[in-house]
């Protein structure tokens, strides 16, 4: 199973951007489908954008024009650039790799906190 690691997440001020990675420790392919989600506190996880095959994208409402999601196979890693933060974006974010044939796999998490 493909293990993933996030990173990049932090403090930052509303009106802020961070940018987040995930790192698979084996090789990506195109055909797998990415994806980021998140879980505030008290609440259930949620979608916050995909990217298949041909870099198709997909993203939550409550993230369109402030989120981007891209990859980068030859650096097993995909990214979450996330602009103009609110405090609403506060939230554990996960990335999640989904492989035909194989069970999904899931990072650990890294803590985004947006101050107000």
């Known amino acids: 199973q493909v293990q993933l690691v996030e990173s990049g997440g932090g403090l930052v001020q509303a009106g802020g951007s961070l940018r987040l990675s995930c790192a698979a420790s084996?090789?990506?392919?195109?055909?797998?489908?990415m994806a980021w989600y998140r879980q505030a506190p008290g609440k259930q996880r949620e979608l916050v954008a995909t990217?298949?095959?041909?870099?198709?994208?997909n993203y939550a409402d409550s993230m369109k024009g402030r989120f981007t999601i891209s990859r980068d196979n030859a650096k097993k890693t995909v990214y979450l650039q996330m602009n103009s933060l609110k405090p609403d974006d506060t939230a554990v974010y996960y990335c999640?790799?989904?492989?035909?044939?194989?069970?999904?796999?899931w990072g650990q998490g890294t803590q985004v906190t947006v101050s107000s």
């Open positions: 990217i298949t095959s041909g870099n198709s994208t």
């Open positions: 999640k790799l989904k492989r035909v044939g194989f069970v999904d796999s």
């Open positions: 084996r090789t990506i392919f195109s055909t797998d489908v």
